[in-house]
């Protein structure tokens, strides 16, 4: 790894692991697992990282009789495991390898052997990273310096006939641990105390010689001076550090340097120089990212690296560069969304299938074959790389070949982010898109329509919105008095649209939110001369305007007709009384639809008939999983070999032809949210199994008032788009019901045309 060597030693790691196993030497074995984990997670490949370390700790953990050195490897795994869920943005399950591994350095080890504090300091170094990455600075402040001084006690304490190799393991573990604390107390504002840490920490690293202690003494350099805003100095630092990030394959690395030397353009006012930095750190997340086969390692490592995306957006603005602005966020955006979703083998639809094992298959033979070149010299060398060149070419081919054939499959496995003449192109004429991106300080907000497009920037505390947001949706849910609604929702209306009222000339919204703004019901903003947002535009959402060029050739449907379930038998408790009539009432408006209630409306027979509906309309209760959103569901009768429970993992399955799926149930637009601003619910599941637009409910709805506004909007609907057909359903409702609760719940998600 020093000398650059990484991809070798993985590859001889990874050949002496199969020749232990096939001699049946576990502790061999072992040993090499947990050698090529501890090169993998350097060279930031983490999903063979967790792969190795779990095989090593199998093989290990339960073999009697283990050497001084194998206790020490023990204690390295829990370490090596913690360290790629770190990297991968994955926390608490980077803190339980951890935790784990202090407790066996503690107890197995500490009572029986010389030096294991080492282990000990080590453990507690990696906890105090989690820690400082939580923003608990003190704590890892702390666990830093208890580390570094277990490590100057065993160094000042050491026999002169000491081991040479634990005299140098001391030496890093004193390095590491004095670099972590120099970074904690920068965090805390105490610079000086950050720097005297420093300098101790380099005072040990030049004894050893290791690139990677140097790596991170460079970079904290680097953010000390940042934080004094001398900002040549800080470039220094980190282009110092660059090339041996890049010598030794520190991909990781690479990704934060990157952006700590864009922050140090942008201090020294060359934001264009920002740009090429934030360009290359961009191109690397999403070269990880590309490795990792688990979805939540996905969702995690982009999540954790949203603050990148961010800052070049800010940058393109400072460059006045508003459709580049406008193209990173629609990545950042993008991608967490897909990543969340989870890979492209578990949505597979019947249409995509084949598709997806395609890819699969050819991504295992382009491993294959890296792995292959990676141990090979001379005349097998050429061929392994050829090898290697062949699959890339057919790879990339069979990815442009999808992007003909189906592009948003294209788009879970590849990045595809929208550009700005790509959105303008698919808006119809009297439609205006409005984007928007919370940051901790600011609003950047676009304001597109079909021949223009403008960016601009409302100060506004992100704590501040999140509390207005919840204290709207608080005082509506609880019903309070409209007087006080109508205030909190005229402040809102103040903030996110009166800055970007003068440029919108359609009457049609389409909304792309961000962060909080998801839980935020837009038709009940109030204007200053006193209208509901609702009586003033009509107003769809997009979870990103990327899929709008996904959603545009749904649009189109067979005019098969309509299937309406309402009231499912799922329990006296549950029972919705006028969700049967609201039901009926779809196919009163529409002759020839099939309306299933109680019994009949179950989950084998949605299955059974979806496909084939040009409209489905569920007047049910959902059942919202925050924490395994993938196990969100609508509430259907069970039977057949199904539990009722129609989940979104299942929709995602479904190959559908509807024009329009409406969710007349409670809080069915929720679902979990994630640092890559994407909601995964069930609107969402709709809209992948083929669906344009979906109609959704932020909260729980009045069963009587959804009844009016149900018929309503299915008389509008003949001779209306959607969401326009929604908008007029819900001023008709609001003159019976004037209250927010009873009409501004309802939401359409989708294409609305």
């Given at each position: ?472 949706r608080t005082a509506i849910a609880d019903q309070a008095p409209v007087a006080d609604i109508e ?89 919705l009384r006028y969700a049967e009539r609201e039901a009926r009432a779809v196919g009163e408006a ?78 069915t637009g929720l679902g979990k949210l994630s640092r890559g601003d994407d909601l995964v619910g ?72």
């Amino acid at each position: 790894m020093e000398r650059g060597e990484g991809r070798p030693a993985l590859a001889f790691y990874q050949s002496a692991a199969a020749d232990a196993e096939q001699r049946g030497a576990r502790v061999d074995a072992g040993t090499a697992h947990a050698c090529v984990a501890f090169v993998a997670v350097r060279l930031s490949e983490i999903q063979k990282a967790l792969a190795s370390g779990r095989k090593a700790l199998d093989l290990l953990r339960d073999e009697p009789n283990l050497s001084n050195d194998q206790m020490g490897l023990m204690v390295s795994i829990y370490s090596v495991l913690g360290s790629a869920y770190r990297n991968a943005g994955d926390r608490p399950q980077a803190r339980k390898w951890y935790e784990e591994g202090l407790a066996y350095a503690r107890s197995t080890v500490s009572p029986q052997r010389r030096g294991a504090a080492m282990w000990v300091a080590g453990m507690l170094r990696q906890i105090a990273q989690i820690t400082y990455q939580e923003h608990d600075y003190t704590d890892a402040r702390d666990r830093a310096q208890e580390a570094a001084t277990l490590a100057e006690h065993f160094l000042g304490g050491a026999p002169p006939r000491t081991n040479p190799r634990a005299i140098d393991n001391g030496r890093r573990q004193a390095a590491e641990s004095l670099a972590l604390l120099a970074k904690a107390q920068l965090a805390l504002g105490d610079k000086d105390a950050a720097e005297a840490a420093l300098k101790r920490a380099g005072q040990y690293s030049r004894l050893v010689g290791l690139v990677e202690v140097d790596l991170d003494i460079l970079t904290t350099a680097g953010q000390v001076a940042l934080a004094r805003n001398d900002f040549a100095a800080a470039l220094s630092e980190f282009q110092k550090a660059l090339p041996q990030a890049e010598r030794i394959g520190r991909v990781g690395t690479l990704v934060q340097l990157h952006q700590l030397e864009a922050r140090s353009y942008a201090g020294l006012g060359r934001p264009a120089d920002a740009l090429t930095s934030l360009r290359r750190s961009m191109d690397l997340i999403e070269e990880i990212r590309g490795t990792l086969q688990e979805s939540s390692l996905r969702s995690g490592y982009v999540e954790d690296k949203q603050g990148i995306y961010q800052f070049a957006v800010r940058m393109a603005l400072r460059t006045r560069n508003s459709a580049d602005a406008f193209a990173f966020a629609e990545r950042a955006r993008a991608r967490a969304f897909l990543d969340l979703l989870g890979n492209s083998t578990t949505l597979s639809k019947g249409r995509t299938r084949a598709l997806v094992q395609e890819e699969v298959q050819l991504r295992a033979r382009l491993a294959e074959a890296q792995a292959l070149a990676s141990d090979s010299d001379g005349g097998e060398a050429r061929r392994a790389k050829e090898a290697v060149e062949a699959a890339d070419r057919d790879y990339r081919a069979f990815l442009e070949r999808v992007r003909k054939e189906n592009v948003e499959q294209a788009s879970l496995m590849t990045v595809e982010p929208v550009t700005l003449a790509e959105i303008q192109g698919l808006l119809p004429e009297g439609t205006t898109l409005v984007e928007y991106l919370v940051g901790v300080t600011d609003i950047v907000v676009w304001i597109v329509e079909r021949h223009r497009a403008r960016a601009l920037t409302v100060r506004s505390a992100r704590a501040d919105l999140v509390a207005r947001v919840r204290a709207l949706r608080t005082a509506i849910a609880d019903q309070a008095p409209v007087a006080d609604i109508e205030s909190q929702a005229t402040a809102l209306y103040d903030v996110l649209l009166a800055p970007a009222r003068a440029e919108i000339r359609g009457s049609r919204l389409l909304i792309v939110p961000h962060d909080v703004l998801h839980y935020l019901p837009f038709a009940a903003l109030r204007s200053p001369i006193g209208h509901w947002l609702v009586e003033d535009y009509a107003i769809a959402t997009l979870p990103s305007a990327s899929v709008l060029k996904y959603l545009a050739a749904k649009t189109e449907t067979s005019g098969a007709r309509p299937l309406a379930l309402g009231n499912p038998d799922v329990g006296s408790a549950l029972n919705l009384r006028y969700a049967e009539r609201e039901a009926r009432a779809v196919g009163e408006a529409y002759p020839g639809t099939t309306v299933l209630v109680r019994a009949e409306a179950s989950e084998a027979r949605v299955k059974a008939l979806a496909a084939g509906a040009g409209l489905l309309h569920f007047a049910t209760h959902a059942e919202l999983n925050e924490n395994e959103p993938m196990s969100s569901a609508l509430l259907l009768t069970p039977g057949e070999g199904e539990d009722g429970r129609l989940e979104v993992r299942e929709l995602f399955g479904l190959d559908l032809h509807a024009r329009l799926v409406v969710l007349s149930a409670c809080e069915t637009g929720l679902g979990k949210l994630s640092r890559g601003d994407d909601l995964v619910g069930l609107q969402r599941a709709f809209l992948y199994a083929g669906t344009p637009a979906v109609v959704t409910t932020f909260w729980k709805v009045d069963d009587r008032a959804s009844f009016v506004l149900m018929r309503e909007f299915y008389v509008r609907l003949k001779t209306a788009a959607p969401g326009e057909a929604l908008s007029l359903a819900q001023r008709e409702t609001l003159r019976q019901f004037p209250h927010p609760f009873a009409w501004a719940a309802y939401g359409l998600t989708g294409a609305p045309w």
